[in-house]
């Protein structure tokens, strides 16, 4: 009885949520607009990372590998092969899901701190390919020149409101996914990989199989920010994939909440609000973020979701488990 109350109470605060963002684009500058929609974009970005950090204890450094590889195949091929919109989409998204694949072969079977290093190794390969092979990706001087999605003459991409619609509809999709796909008998095996593994091996789980696919998925959801990050920006450089963005999303989901999915979405509407705030006032604004993140880990490890959500224990959940943190290998 209490817990369907309990998901109720969830999807009346999600349909609540859902229409509020509908009706900001009456009434939101253009300016304001422009960051909602990047807050959506990142939001996706956070969420999918989550899938590792929150749901299967794997933190990761070299996530935005495969939001670099979507967005720099979107770039690609339609600049400079002239590919319309759903090719490129389908491109970006296989590509990045392939990446995400095979860089699972690699990782999945590590943990604790050899997680961490493996995947930003990983995340510089990727940022390196992206910075010295200029042939196809113009270097440091990235692609610019993207164009907005052509969904036909009836629907302009190049508006505003209209592009930020098509963002709004994606993030609710991928939310919907996410969630059914950690509500399922997997995603809560996930759960008790992150809570112990050996015990889950000794249930009879392939944990590795398990934490690959995990790895997967979570780059596949990472790759559909990547490609509207393309869209979105109109340009794409190496700084899209180096590591710093992969800190700012690790940091997305550890100031929100890890292991909530609403957390991470609201941690990259802070981050990007502080971003776009102190960037007008101060070039080291860096400094700033970095320093919300030591308090962040010191005072509120469990992220802003755990503070005033009451009977759904989000405050119980962690990044690492006890059996994870020793490092080593599975």
């Known amino acids: ?176 996914l996410i969630y059914l796909f950690l509500r399922s008998p997997f995603g809560q095996s996930l759960k008790g990989i992150r809570e112990s593994e050996s015990r889950m091996k000794n249930l009879g789980y392939n944990t590795w199989l398990h934490k690959y696919l995990s790895y997967v998925v979570a780059g596949m959801f990472s790759g559909i920010s990547g490609i509207l990050w393309a869209y979105y920006n109109g340009f794409v450089s190496p700084s899209d994939v180096e590591i710093t963005a992969s800190f700012e999303a690790f940091l997305m989901v550890i100031l929100g909440g890890p292991g909530t999915l609403v957390g991470p979405a609201l941690g990259a509407g802070i981050i990007i609000f502080l971003q776009n705030f102190l960037s007008a006032f101060t070039e080291r604004w860096l400094i700033v973020i970095g320093t919300i993140y030591i308090l962040t880990i010191l005072y509120l490890p469990h992220g802003i979701m755990a503070l005033n959500i009451r009977g759904l224990k989000f405050n119980k959940t962690k990044t690492l488990s006890n059996d994870q943190t020793s490092g080593g290998t599975s």
């Open 1 to 176: 009885m209490a817990r369907a109350a309990n998901f109720k109470n969830k999807a009346l605060l999600f349909i609540g949520v859902s229409v509020l963002l509908v009706l900001a684009a009456q009434v939101l500058s253009t300016y304001w607009l422009s960051i909602l929609t990047l807050v959506l974009i990142f939001g996706i970005l956070a969420m999918s990372l989550d899938i590792l950090m929150g749901y299967t204890g794997l933190p990761s450094f070299g996530h935005s590998a495969f939001f670099g590889v979507a967005a720099y195949t979107v770039a690609i091929l339609s600049t400079r092969y002239g590919v319309g919109f759903w090719g490129c989409v389908g491109g970006a998204f296989l590509l990045s899901t392939a990446v995400a694949a095979i860089f699972g072969l690699l990782v999945a079977h590590t943990k604790g701190v050899y997680f961490l290093m493996i995947t930003l190794a990983l995340s510089m390969v990727v940022w390196g390919l992206a910075f010295r092979w200029v042939g196809m990706t113009s270097g440091d001087n990235g692609i610019s020149g993207i164009p907005r999605p052509d969904l036909g003459e009836a629907v302009s991409m190049g508006d505003d409101v209209n592009f930020y619609y098509f963002v709004l509809a994606v993030y609710i999709a991928v939310f919907l």
